[in-house]
């Protein structure tokens, strides 16, 4: 970035060597002008394209720890399933005095682990939606979810933002090379031009920086694909 910066402000100190005149003068200052909004500019896009990276790989890594909580809820809930089987199984099996002892251990064993993995269950013999361990399994990966989804929102918002503010670098590199040209051709028509697409360029870069600080990424439609 400084060796981006130093080079637009040669621009200026360049412009200085000519300036004898008042026309010189006027066009010189425009270029000082120009180059130091460049110099802010070049800064913000740096910023934003780091910062994009930055959310990408969060939500990269948010993700993979989702995907890690969906593997490990999965495995605890073919374990319950599996339990639930052995459960009804035993309940299938004929009875007796030589057995009793031996199946009532089972079915507490059984009963135990169940009521750890989705609650107790009550009197109806139903256990409750979103208790025991697997609904905390299942609510820690959608929180990773979500944690994921956000910050590839927030990803997408500041690029959307950041591609505004490197079109206003451009018109403004551009407006350098045209008060450039107007100071070697003295022709007043190439400052015009230089001016407007200084103005633009700020334009571009101011809607892009209130685009990336003030809007709700949430509501950041102008994400790339």
């Not at 180059?35 to 990269?60: F, I, K, P, Q, W």
């Not at 009197?123 to 299942?138: E, I, S, T, V, Y």
């Not at 107007?182 to 697409?197: D, E, M, N, V």
Request: hydrophobic share 40%; glycine share 8%; net charge neutral.
């Amino acid at each position: 970035m400084g060796h981006g910066t130093e080079h637009h402000l040669e621009h200026a100190e360049h412009a200085q060597h000519h300036a004898h005149d008042p026309y010189d003068r006027k066009v010189a200052m425009s270029m000082a002008t120009i180059a130091a909004v460049l110099a802010g500019v070049t800064m913000l896009s740096h910023r934003g394209h780091t910062e994009t990276l930055r959310l990408a790989t969060e939500a990269t890594q948010f993700h993979t720890k989702e995907s890690d909580a969906w593997n490990y809820y999965q495995a605890k809930n073919i374990i319950s399933y599996d339990y639930k089987a052995h459960l009804a199984t035993i309940n299938l099996l004929p009875t007796s005095a030589e057995t009793a002892k031996a199946r009532k251990k089972a079915v507490g064993s059984l009963t135990d682990v169940l009521d750890k993995y989705e609650g107790p269950a009550g009197a109806d013999g139903k256990r409750p939606k979103g208790k025991g361990q697997l609904a905390k399994l299942q609510q820690e990966a959608l929180d990773l979810k979500a944690k994921g989804e956000a910050a590839t929102a927030k990803s997408h918002h500041v690029h959307a933002s950041v591609d505004w503010i490197d079109y206003g670098h451009l018109a403004l590199d551009l407006a350098l090379v045209m008060c450039t040209v107007a100071l070697l051709t003295k022709q007043r028509s190439f400052w015009y031009i230089g001016t407007f697409a200084a103005i633009v360029g700020a334009a571009l870069a101011g809607f892009g920086i209130y685009q990336w600080f003030l809007m709700d990424p949430t509501a950041q439609h102008l994400t790339h694909h």
